[in-house]
DNA sequence: CGGGATCCGTTACGATACTG
DNA sequence: CAGTATCGTAACGGATCCCG
């Protein structure tokens, strides 16, 4: 019976905050953009959100199209972006720098899951990325693992342990968000925050190449 | 007394949430983007939004930093994009390239004004455009008037009439819209919906090749 | 235990009326 | 013209309960 407030203007901004302008929902699709994730895992990564809220907007995205739900193995239900949904990514990533230029609150809580850093670490990474690239990276962030994938010009970033990377990063969230922000200065951030363990020798060149690249787009762009 | 509801994540999607993502505001800033304007005329272009809503998200971006109120000439009061607003561009325009995916709805009302065309035609014209542009457009759009001046690189568009155009364009509103989104073929449009009307041969190939380039970058990234 | 549904107090929104 | 005040309604937030 709910039937939430739309705008039904002819205008693509508009038509765009209709299907994704809800409380929440950009946050449910910051967190699906790392990959699949259930009920619980997206409840334990929006902090604060009520369960019903949740399954409101889970089934709105399903409706508009953006997500899907699918049965994994042992009847595990998981929630997943659709080819639509993954096109939120580089508004997700206008966000993030627009978000970034506003200084952190004072009273500010440390988010429920660390899967915000895939959308915009791919989007970043994707816009300095050259077509030579090929390598797997494990990024280890305050415990919390993704794997980055470099092939073929293209990036992807997700949640999930590497099988068997050629480079390992082990970083501190709150670090990379300041660097991001251009708080902490890059070089600051890359020669005290960020510890780099090699697997493949070349590979791990290009890794480091690609991160920093990304990191000084973004500080570029502020 | 309100405080409204923020998310005070250490997430910078969360934090650009929590200065734009109430109802109506991302609309105030893409009305504006085209310009100043008074208090009544974006009532006029925000259909169906009460007046005491627009007071509290008017002085919700004024302390934010994303606006201000300045009393221009006769006492009239306008409001106006600082430099920090201004950057919600990209942003903006992300959201309308992600709008333009979904089909707009049955039951769909015109918008109150057509500013909203202002900051996606110059995001776009802006990833076109080349140094040596150099001109200034005269746009009428359902006789709605804007400028769109392109000089050293970079481009503008604001409501209000051109004083001395290079060239005119007479639109609707309703194709340009359909061209964007790609449900109109880029030739349809061109050939049938656009008139040009040239006063400095020359600067009018640019025009139109600026706006027929911009068109074809959105159609493309569709 | 994961995946929700139900209930209820509180807040924000929408419409209209009113004022400097 | 530029807001303020009021008030009914819809959405949100928190907790509890239910079902496989």
Same mark, same amino acid.
């Given at each position: 019976m709910s039937k939430p407030k739309r705008y039904? %203007? %002819?205008?693509p901004i508009a038509r765009a905050l209709d299907r994704? $302008?809800?409380?929440?929902t950009l946050l449910i699709l910051r967190d699906l953009y790392a990959g699949p994730a259930r009920f619980s895992g997206l409840k334990a990564g929006l902090d604060g959100m009520a369960t019903n809220l949740l399954t409101a907007r889970l089934k709105q995205l399903v409706a508009d199209g953006l997500i899907t739900q699918r049965r994994a193995e042992f009847g595990v239900r998981v929630y997943e972006l659709t080819e639509l949904g993954r096109k939120a990514r580089d508004l997700l990533f206008e966000l993030a720098m627009f978000g970034g230029r506003f200084p952190p609150d004072d009273d500010i809580k440390p988010p $429920?899951? %660390?899967?915000?850093?895939a959308v915009t670490l791919e989007a970043a990474c994707q816009r300095v990325v050259t077509p030579d690239m090929d390598f797997v990276a494990g990024l280890h962030v305050d415990g919390e693992r993704f794997t980055l994938t470099a092939k073929a010009g293209s990036v992807t970033v997700r949640a999930g342990e590497a099988e068997a990377p050629d480079v390992e990063f082990f970083n501190e969230y709150e670090p990379m968000v300041a660097a991001g922000d251009g708080r902490m200065p890059l070089e600051d951030f890359t020669a005290n925050h960020m510890r780099i363990v090699g697997h493949a020798p070349g590979k791990d060149a290009e890794a480091v190449q690609l991160l920093s690249s990304a990191m000084s787009w973004i500080a570029e762009a502020a």
């Open positions: 039904q %203007l %002819l205008c994704v $302008g809800d409380r929440w $429920g899951s %660390l899967r915000t850093i």
